[in-house]
């Protein structure tokens, strides 16, 4: 039994959605940081009011906490925003960056006039209808 988890584990599937979480982690307190630290204030200094917890209203001693609300609102949003802006913006760049340095493959199949069947460049008949094609 102990060797079935063993192996489980050890598959490289387990060891990388672990290591992908404890990374999600560090990187969400991260994230979380800036937008509490730097982009709240920012927003503070603009508004004037950086909470809104305090808003509230009841309804037959039901306490509805509106501010409450519009704060993980808010939160969410910004944090939304600084993945976007600090992560996804800047990575898509990049692949595109680098999709753009590959060059395309050269070709090693070409198509027959008569048919419209793949073949390899230098054929000088087709296999499948036996037409004569013109090798590049």
Do not use: W
């Amino acid at each position: 039994m102990l060797k079935g988890f063993k192996q489980f584990i050890m598959r490289g599937n387990a060891v990388d959605l672990a290591v992908a979480v404890v990374m999600g982690a560090a990187f969400g307190a991260v994230v979380n940081a800036l937008v509490k630290d730097l982009l709240t204030p920012l927003i503070a200094a603009i508004a004037g009011k950086p909470d809104f917890s305090a808003i509230s209203f009841e309804i037959n001693n039901s306490k509805f906490l509106i501010g409450d609300f519009l704060n993980a609102l808010v939160s969410f949003l910004l944090i939304s925003l600084a993945v976007y802006f600090f992560v996804v913006a800047p990575m898509n760049a990049l692949m595109a960056r680098l999709r753009k340095a590959e060059a395309p493959p050269d070709p090693t199949s070409k198509q027959c006039p008569e048919c419209l069947s793949t073949i390899p460049l230098a054929a000088k008949r087709c296999a499948y209808c036996t037409s004569v094609v013109v090798p590049h």
